[in-house]
């Protein structure tokens, strides 16, 4: 694909060929006339990009071709003609779509995409009778398709589009976010924006059916480039708006409270204890017997425990506490906005603007963020509604601050309202923390950047130990959302293994739920431990606030599969129990009980161990060993990792500089991003990009601030540059700086 069309020469082309097409539909207009489905059909291909294009079967219904409904999902609007259009009796032939050639075909009905050196990328066929698609597999592992599912690879997979936590093993697999956009790591993929359907990719080709198969609306995108199909992806259902900073650091959720004494206790505990947190989370009454609020989808507040909700909330605040309140939708269809009217005399909770409302006394109190809780019956539409909802809603009152989500239910699309989400009531085993390292890597292929779990599982089992909790906290720290929940909930608490209190007995409604064994309640090494890893999250939030920049620019996410920076190595590309955090960071979770060794694939080049400081080459598979408080990290030569002080919360002003890590052995570049972390004036400017350049040859590290930033305050700052034993550190401010290694 090395030739680039334009803009104009696409526009160009597109008009020839629908001009050519319309004349030849009118010449054989006495032709049979192509049917699909048993429906008189117009076809149309439109170019999205130069590596993608939009492929519409269309009913005529009345004499006129059917209009494809929205369900909110795209944000691409399709103002280029069609290179394609037409009706009635056609013939094979080729159209150029920007870097592609697409090859209709009649019998059977079809394209076929090819590379501008002509090499065939996928084949798509239509059954004339049924209207079902099907497409070639390929050979290299299939992934996305949402939230969701048994496998990281997802050849032998049935997609049913059962959303939420009724299907595909929730114990296990966790709920369900089902995406129609499915990536072949050979170079392809396809979003399918409508009709309805599933993938079955259980047979030798690949299929996709529903119940009424038209109108069909495809879009197609081929690239080698793992990073341009992720961009198109993001081209057609947007780009992700970035989240307040506090989100990223350590957030604890609390179940079944006995009194306002206990929620000031636990929060002074984090302080006292020095454990880094930024967020507590207050679960509802009905879905716990002691709650915030008085019942099930109440917005009023339980009084036993929070006598005076805005003098508590206070309270927490003084404690650089943000307070996040669970909540429950008690219907089955949202629509609107929360810009549209809500008469009093006609409120309807189907109305997202009168639903909204009902939050807003208790958002006026100080809540920082809400936990909107089931939704499984609402269709993509709605859940799509609810996600604008919680981004939309708390700009009404605070216009200038950036609010927070944690959603259950989503759809494509939900990444333009800095939603979000987490697995679902899964149980605390071994096999779900193991499936979940695929899960959050094929979420964040799906387009959907900011996902976490129930650290330890939200259901404990005979399996729910120390141990488990650990290496599930090391992975939490690792993932976007970093928080812990579940029944038993004061072992979700970093000191909770070491009281002999495991907090209120709450599993009488779970299958194969238990108490865990009163010896695991006295261990001394989880405090430290999960100490180690609180303060290396807030050490790398400068690393990770950067990367999620980059997700709202780029729609790369957070949490990347070895393909998107390894598409020619076929090892790292399928790895699916391994990650890179960012551009730089392998993570390899330790998943199995008992662990001494952790078997992982370091792609080509040299990698750093984290902890040890050792440089290993990769292009193989390596055994490091492991102990109770080590997940393997390696950083890959050629990484620069800016990273700040131990912090109780993200926000704290602490006196130590920046540090800009750099792990030599080739040139890199990386744009450290600040910003006030809560408020949208970084739109208008009010943020700092350093770029940080590293030449590897020349041993010489460069500061720069990017272009559209400033600097935001008038000192000079310091900067201190590692590289392994070696520090030196510079005052940046602003101009070009250089420090020589």
Known sequence: MSRRWSRRQILKQAAANAALLLADSAATGSEARLRVAGSEVEVHITPVSRCAFRWMILPIRDGQPAEISSDGSLVWTGSEPSAVKMQGAWQPQAIRVGDLQVKLAAKPFGIAVESASRETIQRLKLDASTGALSFDLGNGPLLGLGEGGQQFDRHGFVDTTRNGQAGYKLATYGGRVSIPWLIGAEGWAMFVHAPVGHFDLSGSEGKFDAAVPLPLDLFFVASREPAVIMAEYARLTGKPELPPLWTFGYQQSHRTLSSEKEVIQEAQTFRDKKLPCDALIYLGTGFCPSGWNTEN?????????????????????????????????????????????????????????????????????????????????????????????????????????????????????????????????????????????????????????????????????????????????????????????????????????????????????????????????????????????????????????????????????????????????????????????????????????????????????????????????????????????????????????????????????????????????????????????VSFRYRAGEWVGTIVTWNDKQRVATLELAEGSRMLTSAPRPIQFIMGPNKKQVIFEGTTTTVRF
């Open 297 to 677: 989808g109440s917005f009023e507040w339980n009084r036993r425990v929070f006598p005076d909700p805005k003098e508590t909330i206070d309270r927490l605040h003084d404690g650089h506490f943000r307070i996040v309140l669970h909540v429950v939708i008690l219907t089955n269809q949202l629509q609107g906005t929360v810009h549209d009217n809500c008469e009093l005399a006609r409120f309807s909770e189907d109305q997202a603007s009168c639903y909204w409302d009902a939050h807003r006394k208790d958002y006026a109190l100080g809540v920082d963020g809400w936990w909107p809780d089931e939704g499984d019956p609402l269709d993509r539409r709605s859940r799509l509604v609810r996600n604008r909802m919680y981004w939309e809603g708390p700009q009404i009152d605070r216009p200038n601050e950036r609010p927070y989500a944690l959603n259950r239910n989503a759809y494509a699309g939900m990444q333009r309202y800095g939603a979000f989400l987490w697995s679902g009531d899964v149980y605390s085993t071994w096999e779900t923390l193991s499936v979940h390292v695929s899960n959050a890597i094929n979420t964040g292929l799906s387009g959907m950047p900011y996902w976490g779990t129930d650290i330890g599982g939200f259901v404990p089992t005979p399996e729910f130990t120390a141990e488990l909790y650990l290496r599930w906290f090391q992975f939490g720290a690792f993932c976007p959302l970093f928080r812990a929940h579940g029944r038993n909930w004061k072992l979700r608490l970093p000191w909770g293994w070491d009281t002999g209190d495991p907090g209120p007995m709450e599993i009488s409604n779970y299958g194969g739920a238990a108490i865990p064994d009163p010896n695991q309640l006295h261990n001394a090494q989880v405090e430290p431990i999960c100490r180690k890893y609180l303060e290396l999250r807030y050490r790398m939030l400068p690393y990770l606030y950067s990367v999620v920049r980059e997700c709202t620019l780029t729609g790369m996410p957070i949490l990347r599969a070895l393909w998107l920076h390894y598409p020619e190595d076929p090892a790292a590309v399928a790895r699916g129990d391994e990650y890179l955090w960012g551009p730089s960071v392998l993570v390899a979770p330790v998943v199995e009980r008992g662990a001494k060794t952790r078997q992982l694939y370091l792609p080509r080049g040299s990698w750093t161990d984290y902890w040890t400081g050792e440089v290993v080459q990769g292009g193989r598979e390596i055994s490091r060993p492991v102990d109770l408080e080590t997940t393997p990290l390696y950083v890959r030569a050629g990484s620069i990792i800016p990273m700040g002080p131990v912090k109780q919360y993200s926000c704290q002003k602490v006196d130590e500089p920046l540090s800009i890590h750099i792990y030599p052995g080739a040139d890199c570049r990386f744009v450290s991003y600040e910003d006030d972390g």
